[in-house]
């Protein structure tokens, strides 16, 4: 079955907690919360202390799934450990191997699982040599900074050679999907690969939460 995580980005942020509870009350597996510096990408969300309100608000059981897209994971990602998400990605695009490799190992050190994840116009190459390390793949399905933009289907490519590569090495890590997606293309994602479809405009702003979330599924 596949994991649906809606993106709090698209929330009304004057009612954080509420909007987070709504999603799991609507079926939501996993929530995810975008982390923007202002940095890697050309906007700004929120940090550690509303992700620490949303843990607050949903209480210990489910699981938070946090997509940095900061400069320095390595020197921040701490600081959601203990806000309390249970899983935490950051970009392949950021450093050299000895980076990304330490940040990983840090990461699952601190009791979390780890991510990386991969820009539309990074090729699948780049992560290929951290597969073995990580407990999920993120494919961006939009260029990262905003929601509501449109899903670029040129990614799945490389959803298809991760989940071969999977296969081949008889690896287990997760693949994500991120941007754009909704009840046109989860079935089209989910066919390529896809284990994890995150969803923010699709699941927050539909009449009916738990109708779209269904559907998805
Ligand atoms: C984009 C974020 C996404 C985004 C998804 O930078 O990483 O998680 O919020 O939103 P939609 O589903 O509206 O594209
Ligand atoms: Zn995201």
């Not at 390595?74 to 050299?96: S, T």
């Not at 990386?116 to 597969?131: C, D, H, K, M, Q």
Request: hydrophobic residues 45%; proline residues 5%; charged residues 20%.
């Amino acid at each position: 079955m596949t994991i649906i995580s809606p993106s709090l980005l698209a929330a009304d942020f004057s009612r954080i907690g509420e909007e987070a509870r709504r999603a799991f009350d609507a079926g939501a597996d996993w929530l995810h919360l975008d982390i923007m510096d202002g940095h890697f990408v050309d906007n700004i969300s929120f940090g550690p202390e509303i992700c620490a309100a949303v843990r607050k608000a949903v209480g210990p059981d489910r699981f938070l799934d946090a997509h940095l897209m900061i400069e320095r994971p390595d020197h921040y990602f701490d600081r959601f450990v203990r806000a309390g998400v249970n899983l935490i990605c950051f970009h392949v695009e950021l450093g050299d191997s000895y980076y990304i490799r330490n940040t990983l190992g840090r990461i699952r050190e601190a009791g979390v699982k780890n991510g990386l994840a991969l820009n539309p116009a990074t090729p699948f190459e780049a992560v290929e040599p951290y597969l073995a390390e990580i407990d999920l793949l993120l494919v961006m399905s939009v260029v990262p900074g905003f929601g509501g933009q449109s899903f670029m289907p040129s990614v799945l490519d490389k959803v298809e050679k991760a989940a071969e590569w999977r296969t081949e090495n008889r690896a287990s890590f997760l693949i994500q999907m991120d941007g754009g997606i909704g009840q046109n293309n989860a079935a089209q994602c989910a066919l390529a690969g896809a284990d994890v479809l995150v969803a923010g405009s699709s699941t927050f702003k539909a009449p009916d939460m738990a109708h779209a979330i269904a559907e998805m599924k």
